[in-house]
C-alpha cells in the first residue's frame, strides 16, 4: 500500500511544527511582558529619578523604537543569510540587556538597554513570525500566526499582576520588575539552539535538496516540497526594492498603515494604563486594571475565533469601526460617568485584542518568499516607528491637552486605518503560502465570504 504523500501547505500537524509555534510565542511572551512591566516600573523610577514628562516618554517608547530599526535590519538581514541564525543571535541579545537592566543608575542608561532590547525583539518579529508562516500547513497557518498575538497578551497581563506585587517589595522593587524578563528570556534561548534553517528560503536560494533533508527529517518522509522552483532569479529581480514595486507596493502599503493604525493608540494607551486610569477617576483601583486586563486576555482568544469565521478584510473593516467609535465615545464621556467610560473602555480594550491578532497574520501573507522577511521587517518597522512616537507624546498630550482630546486623536487615527482598509484590504484567507502572497492573485472584493474562489494561477516573475 503506497504512503500518501503531502507538502508543507498541506502536511499533518506535529511536534515539530508545535516546536516551532512554541519558541516563536516564547518571544512574543517576551515581547508582552517587557512592554507590561516598564508600565510598571516607571511608577517607582520615574519618582526616584525625578523624571519629566518628556523622559517618562522616551523611556516608555524606547523598546519600540528599537523595534523599529530591529524589524528593518534584521528583516532584510534575513532575506540574505535566513532565518535560523537571526532567531538564535537575537535572542542571547535580548536576555543580555533584559539582565542588565538591573544595574542601571540612569534614565540614560535604561533608555540604551531597552533599545537593545527592542531591536532584538524587532528582529525576531521579522524573522520568527517568516520562520512560523514557512513551515506551517495552511489549515493552520492563521491560528498559529493569531495565537502570537494571545501569548503576547498572555505576557503582559503576567507583567501586570508580577509588577503589582513586586512593587511592594521596596524602594528596588524596579529593578526586580525589570529583570524578572530575564526568566522566559532565558528558557526561549536555550530551547532555539538547533532550530533548522526555513525550507522555503533555501529553495529560494536554490539549495533545493537541503530543503528536502529538512522537511523529511521534521516534517515527515511522507512530506515534500511541493514547489521546489528555485526564487534565485526572482529574488534577484525582486531584491529589498521590489517591496516598492508596482506588483507590491500597494501591499506594502496597506500592511504599513493597517498595523500602524492599530499599534499606535494599543501601544501608547497600554504603555501609560495606570496613568489614563488614574486620570479617568481610577487611582489605585485594581479592579479596573483587572478588568482590563481580563477583557484584554478574552478579547485575544476571541479573535481566533474572528479569524475563523469571516474573512480577513471582512474582519479587519469591522474592527476598525469598533474601536474608531469606542474611542470617539470614551473622549466624549470623559468627566461623565465613570461606569460608561469603563464599559467604552472595555468594548475597545476586547476589540483591539482581538484585531491584533490581524497584525500577525496579514503580513506575512501580503509578500513572496523571495523577501518575506523584509517585507514583515518593514510593516513592523512602519509600526513601531510610529507606536513609539505616539508613545512618547500620549504623557506629554495628557498633560497639556487632557484626556478627551488625546482620545479623540487616538480615534482619528483608527478612522486612517479603516478608510485604508475599506480601499486596499486583500483577501488572503483559505489561500496556500504561495498564492496568499501573490498580488496577481488579489481578489477584488470586499464580502464576508471566507472561501475565495481563483480560477487562473499566476506566478510573480
Known sequence: MNEQKFTIDDAPFNKFHFRIAGLTFGSSFCDGYSL??????????????????????????SALI?????????????DRVGRQKIFLVNFLLITVATILQFFVSSPEELFILRLLIGFGL????????????EFSPKKYRSSLLASINVVWTLGYVASNFVGHYLGQVGSDSWRWMLVSAAIPAIVVLILRIGTPESPRWLVSMGRVEEARQIVKKHLGSNVEMGETTTGTENQKTLGFRGLFSKKLR??????????????IP???????????????????????????????LVGAIFGLWLLAKFSRRGFTIGAFTILTV?????????????????IAFLIFTFFMSAASNLTLVYPAELFPTEIRGSGIGMVTAISRIGSAIGTFLLPVSLSSFGLSASMAGMAAILLIGLIVSIAWAPETKSLSLNDASNPLLEAEHSSMETDIPFTEKEKIT
Do not use: C
Open 122 to 133: 524587532g528582529g525576531d518579529y521579522a524573522v520568527g513570525t517568516t520562520l512560523l508562516a
Open 36 to 61: 507590561g512591566i516598564i508600565a510598571m516600573a516607571l511608577t517607582v523610577f520615574g519618582p526616584q529619578m525625578n523624571m519629566n514628562a518628556m523622559w517618562t516618554g522616551l523611556i516608555g517608547s
Open 266 to 296: 494599543y501601544f501608547a494607551i497600554y504603555t501609560f494604563l495606570p496613568s489614563i486610569l488614574s486620570t479617568m477617576g481610577f487611582e489605585q483601583n485594581f479592579f479596573a486594571d483587572t478588568m482590563l486586563n481580563l477583557f484584554l
Open 66 to 78: 528599537g523595534l523599529f530599526a530591529g524589524s528593518l535590519l534584521l528583516g532584510r538581514l534575513s
Open 250 to 263: 500597494k501591499r506594502l502599503a496597506f500592511g504599513g498603515i493597517f498595523k500602524l493604525t492599530l499599534v
Open 326 to 342: 469606542s474611542l470617539f465615545s470614551l473622549s466624549f464621556l470623559h468627566n461623565g460617568s465613570q461606569f460608561l467610560m469603563l
